[in-house]
């Protein structure tokens, strides 16, 4: 099993910054595309942003690209998500996930989930 731990969350103003992180456990990390989904109150989780296993692909929801980063270091077995510019909007909570890593990085087969970490953008 692999097991992911999100931190890095909490209150900010509009325009403000945070860095999320996700600390993977149990498997080779460096085997795994990784993912941020969200969910906001009363919505469906969407996807954020993913990284392919090697760290040589990314992909972003329209809503968030140009603003998030998601990055990773295969060394430090850590994942990254770089939120600037935040808005209201983007209130909710952040999940870290991972699939085994496969071709075509996109949102879909995440089978391992952290248990998410609250970030709110104060207006």
């Known amino acids: 099993q692999l097991q992911l731990v999100e931190s890095g969350g909490g209150l900010v103003q509009a325009g403000g910054s945070l860095r999320l992180s996700c600390a993977p456990s149990?498997?080779?990390?460096?085997?795994?595309?990784m993912g941020w989904f969200r969910q906001a109150p009363g919505k469906e989780r969407e996807f954020a942003a993913a990284i392919s296993w090697s760290g040589g692909s990314t992909v972003y929801a329209d809503s968030v690209q140009g603003r998030f980063t998601i990055s990773r270091d295969n060394a430090k077995n850590q994942v990254y998500l770089e939120m600037n510019s935040l808005k209201p909007e983007d209130t909710a909570v952040y999940y870290c996930?991972?699939?085994?890593?496969?071709?075509?990085?996109?949102?879909?087969?995440?089978?391992?989930w952290g248990q998410g970490t609250q970030v709110t953008v104060s207006s």
């Open positions: 996930a991972a699939r085994y890593g496969r071709s075509g990085l996109d949102a879909r087969g995440y089978n391992y």
């Open positions: 149990g498997r080779t990390f460096s085997n795994y595309d």
